[in-house]
């Protein structure tokens, strides 16, 4: 059975840092293109950052457009682990973020989300 489990979110002051993990079981995590998404109340789910299957597909990246080089994602294809490091955070970085295995390209990894599996979610709130 697929799963994702995500860790590391909690309360941080502005202008700090943050490393969300994702811990991937059930499937062959190498074959997946994986990504983060984050939704916030009342607002829409929004893609954080996606990343390539292995160093063969080069791990490319995606980044969302207000992440402006504040977060970095990661994948440990040795341990099926998927991590964002997150830095200079800002109140509107405040959302639930989900860890989400992608039935996608990394081109589309933002859109093609129909096949996409889905962990559970982590809380990340920045104080102001």
């Known amino acids: 059975q697929v799963q994702l489990v995500e860790s590391g979110g909690g309360l941080v002051q502005a202008g700090g840092s943050l490393q969300l993990s994702c811990v991937a079981s059930?499937?062959?995590?190498?074959?997946?293109?994986m990504g983060w998404f984050r939704q916030a109340p009342g607002k829409e789910r929004e893609g954080v950052a996606c990343i390539d299957r292995n160093m063969w597909s080069g791990f490319r990246t995606n980044y969302g457009e207000s992440i402006k080089g504040r977060f970095m994602v990661i994948r440990n294809n040795g341990n099926n682990t998927l991590f964002l490091h997150m830095k200079n955070l800002k109140f509107e970085d405040t959302a639930t973020y989900y860890c989400a295995r992608l039935d996608s390209t990394w081109r589309t990894c933002f859109s093609d989300l129909g096949g996409a599996r889905w962990g559970q979610g982590t809380q990340v709130t920045v104080s102001s």
């Open positions: 059930g499937f062959t995590f190498d074959n997946y293109v």
